[in-house]
């Protein structure tokens, strides 16, 4: 158990429909990172927050958004959802940021199937 | 763009042999680091290697970098079925951030 908790672990909705993915970082740890992972497209980085401030921005698209609340944890909004949009979403946490060397633990993931 | 890349994409060995998958990168990095991933599961770490850092072990696990030509191996000795998984190496691009290659599938047959 890495102690980063997401929900939900599976979810299935409809194109077009909107959903929020939820993560709990690991007790003490500052950043929180956003990963999309499908077969075509591999382990993507999304977006990266550091004690509730975007740092990172990568492959995210428009519909998509996040936040990190006072109390750390981050939530992901996915809209418009397409086929497309079916992945694996990974929320990880670290204490601070990659350059300090420091280990980015990861969720399970929420499955996401777009039907 | 990935920053890594691993070689092979698909490696099989019989249980008890060395496993050897590489990375290349393409930036100037801070440091590098491996995960483990079991089918449908969470990343797991399994070690950080620092730029300024050649070489370093973790039980079975030993990785190189070479800084010089932006390359890193991660080597699994007497490998187990349970070291079945994908192997992905990951650097700090641009330091806020992690940047995964496309990952190694190991299969370790028993």
């Known amino acids: 158990d890495s102690g980063v908790t997401q929900t939900p672990k599976h979810l299935i909705t409809a194109t077009g429909q909107r959903v929020t993915l939820r993560c709990s970082p690991r007790?003490?740890?500052?950043?929180v990172y956003w990963y999309q992972q499908s077969l075509d497209q591999g382990l993507q980085f999304l977006i990266q927050?550091?004690?509730?401030?975007?740092?990172a921005k990568g492959n995210i698209l428009e519909r998509f958004s996040a936040q990190q609340f006072p109390d750390l944890h981050s939530e992901l909004n996915l809209s418009s959802l397409e086929l497309g949009d079916s992945a694996l979403y990974f929320c990880?946490?670290?204490?601070?940021?990659?350059?300090?060397?420091?280990?980015?633990?990861f969720g399970e993931g929420s499955w996401l199937t777009v039907v | 763009s990935q920053q890594g890349e691993e070689d092979p994409q698909a490696l099989s060995i019989q249980e008890g042999e060395n496993a050897t998958m590489n990375c290349s990168y393409k930036?100037?990095?801070?440091?590098l680091q491996w995960y483990r991933q079991n089918s449908g599961r969470g990343l797991v770490h399994l070690i950080l290697?620092?730029?300024?850092?050649r070489e370093k072990h973790s039980g079975r696990l030993r990785v190189t970098l070479d800084t010089s030509k932006k390359s890193s191996s991660l080597l699994i000795t007497a490998s187990r079925a349970a070291d079945t998984a994908s192997y992905f190496c990951?650097?700090?691009?641009?330091?806020?951030?992690?940047?995964f290659g496309a990952g190694t599938i190991l299969r370790v047959k028993s």
């Open positions: 930036t100037s990095i801070n440091n």
């Open positions: 927050y550091y004690n509730g401030e975007e740092r």
């Open positions: 990880a946490s670290s204490v601070a940021l990659p350059r300090a060397g420091n280990t980015i633990y």
């Open positions: 990951a650097t700090d691009a641009d330091g806020n951030k992690l940047v």
């Open positions: 290697i620092r730029s300024n850092e």
């Open positions: 007790s003490g740890d500052l950043s």
